[in-house]
């Protein structure tokens, strides 16, 4: 694994104070141990520009479109800390999304990475995004997450040493060490914060999104946060972060500030300027007051309409405030038609950006050059083309060697590794399933309660039921045993299942968009991993309720029967990720049981198949428990099963062929009812897939 060392403060919580001698107190911030990252995978600066970005959303009939960014422009830069502030409703966590690539339908304009259009798909592998609400698994230990962290975000190749050493690094640098052996869920809320933050630092993305990363916080915590992504960031990374109203102290340690009011950018350019070019244009804050209140107030319309001027000022984000570059030149905007004139005068825009490079990385911008690389060339070509377009002089902006390589990465979707996720789909699914099955040995409702329930319902059947399998004058409420078992094995294992997905979804989004696995090892790992349970359960049962309810001994009957049952859950169980994966839960926990009763009807329990009207028998080829109930029948009273016990005058269902008759069984294939229930559990599954993968895109 290649190395880089860079420098990395701890959580900040010293702050020594001292009187100067003019006696004004001076808060000196130092970062309680500076810690050093040593063993995270080397990656290159990353800047990301756009430009005329606007999103648009259908409302209501296909015409109603509403615009929530228009052609708002800007550029975050690499070993700053950003922050998109902007009143409620401005489009701030729109333009995360957007630029994240967490939305990707509904945009127009370019994103570029390191000056080259961006490549979503490598895009993503050199970028995390930590969502507003902590989406971690309760269940786990803080050490616990960082492993499955390192076993699926780092490569097969890094020796288990090497994970556990990038581990300890970050939780110390993090300060969570001590925290390590604490389930996350007993985490306190910045603990979760730092957590979300360190799980996405194992494979040291250079470029971290972060929506409201102080939310929920207290001010010590907020500034503990802030100081930690400032420390992200000096460590070269492009850390950009929605934020509502900071304090001051919080609002000065940003680097970058970019504001939206009502989708336009009305601000962008270091923090420390931000006062000094509202003045410029007649609005002046107040003293005492705090920067970041003072443009929400003005993006609000509090000191009257000045979203049009300030836009117009700013060219919509093309233009830049940076601490030792000259304000651009700023024209009499008073109307529309001036300010479609500046806008189009990209030419300008470019001498004003390749300035702001110069100033901020002592690069050459020179009036021609003589590079020889893709990136270079590309920029040539393009100066020349906006030459011929009459557009101004070519400017070509000299990047780094490192910055070069990571733009030529953008471009052709490779980071080093053509792979779209870190390991195989073997080891995610593996990974996956030890941690679902954590989960549930830790779940006491899941697992001891489930447990118990088929353990007390056996014995309660046990003893309703019991000894009249082999009693002619007791079939009908044999038939009845049969039929139950069917419901109560459906139900137990549905509505454990409905909720799955549901609970599950926030952390899969997270994790499956910040490629930590493929969506179809996350599935096969939790379809999978309740298999062996469900069947454990339902084993038991059946055992319990076979022996008591005195079923024929004999081995060929009794397989029968449990395969029948035991398909019959694991369709339920299907039915139940389907249901889960396709709607919410209010709606799910109402319409799976109801959604049952046709099947319960059909089941040839209730009605024979013959006395069914010909146009509803369709209903009863697709009803599973038919299937399951029609399998239990076979195995109790075909294959030439001898007569039954009549302890009474007359038994009219003393011959087991009489209650096959009855039930329009007597043509039944048993072989024909496995392969039906095991078709049904097949398609099901693959529908749940469909569902999962449909709802995980329509979240986005
Ligand atoms: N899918 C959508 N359909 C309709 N309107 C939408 C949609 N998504 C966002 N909006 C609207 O776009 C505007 C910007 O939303 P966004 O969530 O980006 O704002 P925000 O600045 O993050 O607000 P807040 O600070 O309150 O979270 C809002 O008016 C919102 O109602």
Redesign the pocket.
């Known amino acids: 694994m290649k190395v880089d060392r860079e420098s990395i403060a701890g959580p900040v919580d010293t702050k020594p104070i001292i009187i100067d001698r003019k006696g004004s107190l001076k808060v000196t911030i130092t970062p309680a141990q500076p810690k050093t990252l040593t063993h995270l995978p080397k990656r290159p600066p990353v800047d990301l520009a756009f430009t005329d970005l606007t999103y648009k ?3 209501g009939r296909k015409s109603n479109e ?1 615009i ?1 960014l228009k052609s708002v422009s800007g550029r975050l830069r690499s070993g700053e800390l950003t922050a998109i502030m ?12 957007i630029l994240t690539g967490y939305k990707t339908s509904g945009m127009e304009g370019s994103i570029t990475v390191n000056g080259m259009e961006r490549n979503l798909s490598s895009f993503r592998k050199l970028s995390c995004y930590i969502m507003q609400d902590n989406q971690l698994h309760g269940n786990l230990t803080v050490e616990e997450a960082m492993k499955v962290a390192t076993s699926l975000k780092l490569p097969s190749t890094t020796s288990k040493e090497d994970k556990e050493e990038v581990i300890q690094e970050i939780l110390e640098t993090l300060g969570l060490s001590e925290h390590h052996k604490t389930m996350t869920s007993n985490l306190s809320g910045g603990q979760k914060k730092r957590l979300s933050i360190a799980l996405e630092l194992v494979n040291n993305p250079p470029i971290m999104f972060f929506d ?1 990363p102080t939310s929920g916080l207290d001010s010590s915590s907020c500034f503990q946060c802030i100081s930690l992504l400032k420390t992200l960031a000096r460590g070269g990374r492009t850390i950009i972060c ?1 934020i ?1 109203q900071p304090s001051a102290r919080l609002f000065e340690m940003f680097d970058h500030l970019y504001t ?1 009011a009502d ?1 336009q950018c009305v601000y962008q350019g270091s923090t420390g300027r931000l006062v000094e070019w509202l003045g410029s244009l007649s609005l002046q804050c107040p003293s005492y007051h705090n920067p970041a209140s003072f443009i929400i107030e003005v993006s609000c319309g509090e000191y009257g309409d000045n979203t049009g001027k300030l836009v117009r000022a700013i060219e919509n984000g093309k233009n830049d405030i940076r601490n030792g570059v000259p304000f651009p030149k700023l024209a009499n905007y008073n109307n529309q038609k001036d300010m479609d004139l500046s806008l189009k005068n990209a030419a300008q825009w470019d001498k004003n950006d390749a300035a702001q490079i110069q100033e901020k990385f002592g690069g050459e911008v020179a009036n021609g050059a003589n590079g020889t690389s893709n990136l270079q060339n590309g920029l040539l070509q393009f100066a020349a083309s906006e030459i011929a377009k009459g557009k101004g002089e070519p400017l070509v902006v000299q990047m780094d060697n490192e910055k070069q390589d990571n733009a030529e990465v953008a471009l052709l979707g490779t980071d080093g590794s053509p792979r779209r996720y870190a390991t195989s789909e073997l080891k995610q699914f593996w990974v996956v399933l030890k941690r679902t099955l954590l989960f549930s040995r830790r779940d006491w409702t899941l697992m001891y309660l489930r447990l118990f329930a088929h353990i007390l319902v056996g014995f309660l059947i046990g003893a309703l039921y019991y000894d009249i399998g082999n009693d002619g004058s007791k079939v009908l409420s044999n038939l009845g045993f049969l039929f139950f078992n069917m419901l109560f094995l459906m139900y137990t294992s549905m509505t454990i299942t409905i909720l799955s997905f549901p609970l599950e979804m926030p952390v899969l989004v997270k994790e499956h968009f910040n490629r930590w696995y493929s969506l179809r090892s996350y599935y096969l790992a939790i379809t999978v991993s309740d298999l062996p349970f469900q069947a454990i359960f339902c084993i038991i049962y059946v055992v319990i309720v076979y022996l008591l309810t005195s079923q024929p001994l004999e081995w060929f009957r009794f397989s029968m029967f449990l395969s029948s049952c035991l398909l019959i859950s694991f369709v339920a169980q299907s039915v139940g990720l389907v249901v889960g994966a396709a709607m919410n839960v209010q709606n799910g926990v109402f319409l799976a049981p109801v959604m049952s009763v046709p099947f319960l009807l059909f089941s040839g329990f209730f009605v024979s198949f013959n006395a069914i009207p010909v146009y509803l028998r369709w209903i009863t080829y697709i009803s599973y428990i038919r299937y399951g109930f029609e399998g239990t029948a076979l195995a109790t009273y075909s294959f030439n099963r001898t007569n039954l016990a009549c302890h009474q005058s007359y038994c009219h269902f003393k011959k087991p062929e009489t209650t096959l008759e009855e039930l329009d069984m007597t043509d039944a294939d048993f072989t024909l009812d496995i392969a039906a229930l095991c078709l049904i559990f097949l398609v099901l599954r693959l529908s749940a897939f469909l569902f999962l993968r449909w709802k995980l895109r329509s979240t986005r």
């Open positions: 959303v259908q409302e509403k929530i902007g009143p409620s409703g401005a489009g701030k966590s729109t333009l995360l999304n409201e929605t509502h939206l989708g």
